[in-house]
């Protein structure tokens, strides 16, 4: 291929408000309907699913069949990150979140009509396990790709904050999903819940599907991708395209990303992710449990506690944006990073304390320092960090790896120290290693705030 292209023309620091606009709403209902579609997901399958899907098994095996599908969704969230993630880079940001977002709902509102294990036998669960394959593997890349497209948008000057916009979708899908699952549970007895309550939550998720699969068709397509200089056409060139346009290889900016070593600013990124993530599995997911079974505490303590720190946190996320947009985004790490830290043997002081305000206090304190907050970093954070050739892809993948490696693993863990040593320091010591790393990370990463997306390297 001989094809020659121009170099980025300068663009305009603003970019037109109704379009900004559109991508932000956007961005917003497909992470609420990722972590609703989630959260749905992991109630039902606490709540009924051992009951309709695995019947003739004893309970306690049943509920750990029902958890285990909730669980193979982990898996094919990594690979979806990996293919839509190289799509995303190849032939743009704007197709595969339409792909994704259609692929999610539609798995989520086809669990609401299948049928049960009374129905059609195995075949049930089997089902029941391919949908959430479908659904995991479309989530995979719908928060980074809503990540990178909002980050591809928004100006320099208010990208953290216009990036962090993604981070609410979280707390909106999260707290929807649990307020129709607590309507379901106490204003209908169970037979009817069993029968065909269960259905209402994931058939509700279709309205957003088609909410959402209408702002998304209307899209333009990010503008960093349309600028790039290794894209022709709608269509990013492969090495091997590149190296045949000779005058295109010996460019700067393609020479610049075609001959960086790659890794180290994944690496960072992923110890930047590692303290929100971790953190978020032992505060939202295991505290909750810890207070309920080892500390004997009313089991509407912890939920109510997270409730309350998901709504602060609709306060909490929009000023953490702009204050990295003042500050930068390394110092907020560091500080946030060492604040968590400094806080994690206080906070379960007061978790154990016994007494329902200071845990109530603990905890949402905790999910806001130390998830929350993270959370609106990382948003802006790991997109300025990647290079726009493969930005979709690489912060797919440390968001998934990330996840993976401390929000699934880290309750698992948490459990069995607990377990062993009978106490609860090693939550501690969790929350703080955690932290260390994200405060590592940061010290020896790059500060990003206003780098220019359409470099095609990465920052470091």
Known sequence: MTESIAPPTARPETKPTKELAKVAVSGWLGTAMEFMDFQLYSLAAAIVFNKIFFPDVSPVIGLIAAMATYGVGYVARLAGAVYFGRMGDRIGRKKVLFITIALMGASTTLIGVLPTYAMIGIWAPILLVALRLAQGFGAGAEIAGATVMLAEFAPARRRGLISSLVCLGTNSGTLAASALWALLVSTLPEDQLLSWGWRIPFLFSFVLMIFAVWVRRSLKESPVFEQRADVVEGVALSKREIAAADELAKTSTIEAALHQRKGKAFLIALGLRFGQAGNSGLVQTFLVGYLATVLLVDKSVGTTAIVYGSLLGFLTIPVMGMLGDRFGR??????????????????????????????????????????????????????????????????????????????????????????????????????????LITLISAFVGPEVRGRDMVRLEDAV
């Open 330 to 435: 390394r110092p907020l790490y560091l500080v946030l990073s060492t604040l968590t830290a400094l806080f994690a043997i206080p906070m379960m002081l007061m978790v154990t304390s016994g007494n329902t305000a200071l845990i109530t206090i603990a905890m949402v304190i905790g999910l806001n320092l130390g998830v929350l907050s993270l959370f609106a970093m990382e948003s802006v954070t790991m997109a300025e960090f990647f290079g726009a050739r493969t930005r979709f892809t690489q912060l797919a993948l440390a968001k998934e790896i990330g996840g993976i490696l401390a929000t699934a693993i880290g309750p698992l863990l948490a459990a069995t120290l607990t377990a062993i040593t009978g106490h609860w320091w090693p939550l501690a010591a969790m929350l703080i290693g955690y932290s």
